[in-house]
């Protein structure tokens, strides 16, 4: 048993975190977002260069051959760095679909060296959202449609839908409403082959935002601290008070509960262990929690300015607000806990007697 | 004790109810449910008018004393009007700072002079006050603040040169009562006083700060070489920061009756939400709402309590905490029964985009008014009497 990660992997989340301190700071995101799109071609072909597209696509493939372990770093600095949603749905649970078909398949010729090279970008239609972000410059929608037998796979090019696009509380999301009609020709997976790989796209996209929450909820601590640093009231740091010692204090504690949870799901959803899902629904949960504490004191620590649009906390803490419910809300992930610990024939692993497995 | 309503009592609220019902009509009803300046569809020109409108029924000043040309009424009847008015849609008042804060401590620490020359322009909802207290380098440590006012002996005017901050609803006010150090290298609470200036003077400028919400709701104020006459000092000079206290007694006191009855109706908005999209079969949200129901009837009863008493207790020490900590979880609750729908903003759906105006504006409840650490430091400080943290205060 090894729960830490590779020099290697440690090493390659660093640069990712540095390319993305430069590349995407602040300042540029609120730019990007005010346009109309509100994304750019020019920084995603960076990304594309830095490799962070192809970490998911298997080898033979042209890409990296990374899996969920790997993700479970990089979605903690696509939070930390609040980068939008269409590159883990494009690099990380598109791939995961994709890869999910058989060798040989035309789909995966077709995409997945354009995942790796950055020329496109794929969205995600899962019923558990009513809505598909960054519909609007998909390349290709890989949309889920619920039959009676189970979930069939879709692959619809975007000349095929109708979007209408739906402003969010987060300025950086873009969501779409998507309709569409299911034939045929777009049909990929029938309802039984297709009901496992929408799983195991929800398994993983539930460890994505998980991580996303906390690279967020670091961020926001990171902030909130350099802040009580530099603002003083009473001729001193607010820093140097113990109650806002304190409320940070809290929110590491935190975090670092909810790290170990994340990484144990990543493992589990690499290793395709049976209870990979109760796993990703306690990641979703613990980090979910972790996000919504960091934004709460860290607009308590800033005051007023916290509240303003100026100051960037506010950035962070809406793509944390909206990141809860994604993928699955709070009742929804703990109803799924509910009934693997409760309702099913054997225990999951996760419940008493079992605890450091 | 006795806390069943008089026969009075019910014919008082059913002609708050029935006059409501006739006047929050025609032009008025665009009003409804608005909370106030900084929300797109905010209509100044138009809030000023209900106003005006309340005013002329005698709505404006029901508290206050009939001798300073209110109505007097009694806690009791005070409580219904603002059950009423909220259950009505009654919008934000635009009026608060000046009737509910500025006013009874005008009536307090006015000279018969400055009270017959402000209380009936509040009393008819023509003039509008905001409160300039903050600073950039002055928040929870108010006595820190910088602006000065020096005497202009010749013109027998203050002259006022500095900044104030977050200085809620300034674009929409009149006049603003500003903490001023007007004796020289005074320090931290001595040397202050409350200066009543006129907004609208080329001394003056207001400058909207965009909110994590979108909207502006506060503005920086910069003087540069204000003027007001030497005699609007409410108080006398140099002793600003007893009745800059006396009015933050009012903020976290009466004037949450209001307040109060607004919390009520956005817990039904909550609860109602909760039912339409199924939230409310969910029984771990079913258990928070129950138990926002329970605490905010405590609060309820805690504020009469404490009002009743005439405010100055321990209790009233732990209302502004409590109920910023309620509202604090109510627009979490919000954002929890809005689920997945609580991410997209839809102009066409009223119910929730008013959850997420809960949601959003929730954040601010424990900072306003006295962060919550600064009022624990109190409770602990003035209610217990426990060895103050070592900080450089008052
Ligand atoms: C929506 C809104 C409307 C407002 N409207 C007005 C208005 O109309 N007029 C006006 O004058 N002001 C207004 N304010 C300002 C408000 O009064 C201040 O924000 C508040 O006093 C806190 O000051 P600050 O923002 O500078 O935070 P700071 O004082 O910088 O506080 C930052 C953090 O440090 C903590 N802290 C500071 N000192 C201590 C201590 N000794 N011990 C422990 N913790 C401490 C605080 O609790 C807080 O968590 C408004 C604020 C908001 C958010």
Not at chain 1, 30 to 47: P, Q
Not at chain 1, 228 to 233: D, E, H, L
Not at chain 1, 244 to 267: G, M, N, Q
Not at chain 2, 327 to 339: N, P, S, T
Request: hydrophobic residues 45%.
């Amino acid at each position: 048993m090894d729960f830490t990660f590779t020099e290697d992997q440690i090493a390659f989340r660093d640069a990712v975190s540095r390319f993305f301190m430069t590349e995407a700071a602040p300042e540029q995101l609120r730019e990007v977002w005010e346009t109309g799109a509100g994304r750019s071609a020019a920084l995603r072909k960076k990304i594309a260069e830095q490799g962070l597209t192809a970490l998911s696509v298997p080898e033979a493939e042209g890409g990296l051959g990374m899996g969920d372990i790997d993700w479970a770093l990089m979605t903690q600095e696509l939070g930390y760095y609040a980068i939008p949603d269409s590159l883990a749905d494009t690099a990380y649970l598109a791939p995961g679909l994709l890869a999910g078909l058989p060798a040989g398949h035309a789909l995966r010729a077709q995409w997945l060296p354009r995942v790796v090279d950055g020329s496109c970008r794929i969205a995600i239609g899962h019923p558990v959202n009513p809505w598909v972000a960054d519909a609007h410059l998909a390349d290709l929608l890989l949309m889920a449609h619920p039959v009676a037998d189970g979930c069939e796979l879709h692959a619809v090019p975007r000349a095929k839908v109708e979007l209408t696009v739906l402003p969010s509380i987060d300025a950086s999301r873009r969501l779409f409403e998507v309709r569409w009609h299911p034939d045929t020709e777009t049909r990929v997976l029938d309802g039984v082959a297709g009901a496992p790989q929408w799983a195991a796209t929800l398994d993983r996209a539930a460890l994505n935002v998980g991580g996303q929450a906390i690279g967020l909820a670091q961020r926001m601590l990171d902030l909130a601290t350099d802040y009580a640093a530099q603002r003083k009231q009473f001729g001193k740091p607010i820093g140097s008070f113990q109650a806002i010692k304190h409320h940070l204090a809290d929110v590491v504690t935190e975090i670092e509960f909810a790290r170990p949870v994340l990484y144990r799901a990543a493992a589990a959803l690499a290793a395709g262990e049976p209870d990979a899902s109760v796993r990703a629904s306690h990641a979703k949960l613990a980090c979910a929690a972790a996000a919504w504490t960091a934004a709460r004191k860290a607009i308590q620590v800033h005051g007023a300015m916290g509240y303003t649009w100026e100051v960037d906390l506010q950035m962070f803490m809406k793509r944390a607000w909206v990141l809860d419910a994604a993928w699955g809300d709070r009742a929804f992930h703990r109803a799924r806990l509910g009934a693997a610990l409760l309702d099913a024939e054997t225990l999951p692993s996760i419940g008493p007697g079992t605890t450091f497995a | 004790m006795n806390l069943t309503e008089t026969p009075e009592e019910r014919t008082f609220r059913a002609e708050v109810q029935a006059w409501m019902a006739a006047h929050l009509t025609g032009e008025f009803a665009a009003l409804r449910g608005c909370h106030g300046p900084g929300e797109e569809r905010f209509d100044a020109a138009l809030a000023k008018r209900w106003e005006q409108e309340l005013a002329t029924a005698g709505w404006v000043g029901i508290g206050w004393p009939q001798a300073a040309g209110g109505a007097g009424l009694p806690l009791g009847k005070q409580i219904i009007f603002h059950e009423e008015y909220v259950r009505a849609g009654g919008p934000g008042r635009l009026g608060h700072i000046g009737e509910q804060l500025f006013a009874p401590t005008l009536i307090d620490f006015g000279t018969p002079a400055q009270q017959a020359r402000f209380l009936p322009g509040i009393r008819a909802g023509r003039e509008y006050w905001a409160q300039g207290y903050s600073e950039p380098n002055a928040g929870s440590d108010l006595a820190n603040v910088r602006t000065r006012a020096r005497l202009d002996v010749e013109r027998g005017e203050w002259v006022i040169d500095g900044q104030k901050v977050w200085t809620s609803w300034a674009q929409e006010a009149d006049w603003i009562f500003v903490l001023a150090r007007t004796e020289e290298g005074s320090q931290r609470h001595h040397g202050l006083s409350l200066l009543l200036v006129p907004l609208h003077q080329p001394g003056v400028t207001v400058r909207p700060i965009r909110q994590m919400t979108g909207g502006a709701e506060f503005n920086e104020v910069f003087f540069d070489g204000a003027r007001t006459e030497g005699s609007l000092h409410l108080g006398p000079v140099g002793e600003g920061w007893k009745v800059a206290m006396a009015l933050l007694g009012y903020e976290r006191g009466v004037s949450t009756l209001g307040q109060q009855a607004q919390f009520r109706h956005e817990l039904d908005l909550v609860i109602a939400a909760a039912r339409a999209n199924g939230a409310a079969q969910d029984p771990v949200l079913r258990q928070r709402i129950a138990d926002a129901a329970l605490r905010l009837a405590t609060l309820r009863f805690h504020a009469l309590r404490v009002l009743g008493a005439g405010g100055a207790s321990h209790a009233a020490y732990t209302a502004k905490y409590a109920w910023s900590n309620w509202r604090r979880d109510l627009g979490q609750l919000a954002a929890d029964v809005l689920g997945r729908a609580g991410d997209v903003v839809r102009a066409d759906d009223a119910a929730r985009t008013r959850l997420q105006q809960v949601w959003l504006s929730s954040r601010a409840d424990t900072i306003y008014a006295g962060t919550n650490e600064i009022q624990l430091n109190l409770i602990a400080e003035r209610a217990l009497g426990m060895p103050r943290e070592e900080r450089k205060g008052p």
